[in-house]
C-alpha cells in the first residue's frame, strides 16, 4: 500500500483543485507520523501529459498522529475519517479564503 491517500476538491476555477492529503511523514519534515496536507494545486493536461504545479507556502499542514513506524492499516483507519479531523476544517477554510476559490 501506498504511504500516502490524496484526493482532489475541484474548484470553480478551471485547471485548479484544494488537495486534500494525508501520508506518512518519516521524520525528516516534522515529527514522525501521519501528516494531514490541504493545498491548492493547477492541473493541465496539454499535448497528452498531465502536470501538477503547487502555490510556493500557499497550504497548510501538520502531523496529527505521531507514530515510531509507518502502518498501512492505520493510515486508512486516519484517511477514513479525515474530515472529523479540526485542522481538516480550520485548513481547507484557509486556503480556500487565501486563494479565493469557491468549490464546485
Given at each position: 500500500m501506498s504511504r500516502k491517500q490524496e484526493e482532489l476538491l475541484p474548484t470553480t476555477q478551471p485547471e485548479h483543485f484544494i488537495e486534500i492529503s494525508l501520508y506518512w511523514n518519516d521524520g525528516y519534515n516534522g515529527p514522525k507520523g501521519y501528516r494531514l496536507s490541504i493545498g491548492p494545486v493547477t492541473i493541465q493536461n496539454?499535448?497528452?501529459?498531465?502536470?501538477?504545479?503547487?502555490?510556493?507556502?500557499?497550504?497548510?499542514?501538520?502531523?496529527?498522529?505521531?507514530?515510531?513506524?509507518?502502518?498501512?492499516?492505520?493510515?486508512?483507519d486516519l484517511w477514513a475519517k479525515r474530515a472529523s479531523f479540526p485542522e481538516y476544517a480550520e485548513f481547507l477554510s484557509k486556503v480556500l479564503v487565501k486563494g479565493n476559490y469557491t468549490l464546485q
Open positions: 496539454r499535448n497528452g501529459y498531465q502536470s501538477k504545479g503547487y502555490g510556493i507556502c500557499s497550504g497548510f499542514g501538520k502531523t496529527i498522529e505521531q507514530a515510531p513506524r509507518f502502518n498501512a492499516r492505520k493510515l486508512a
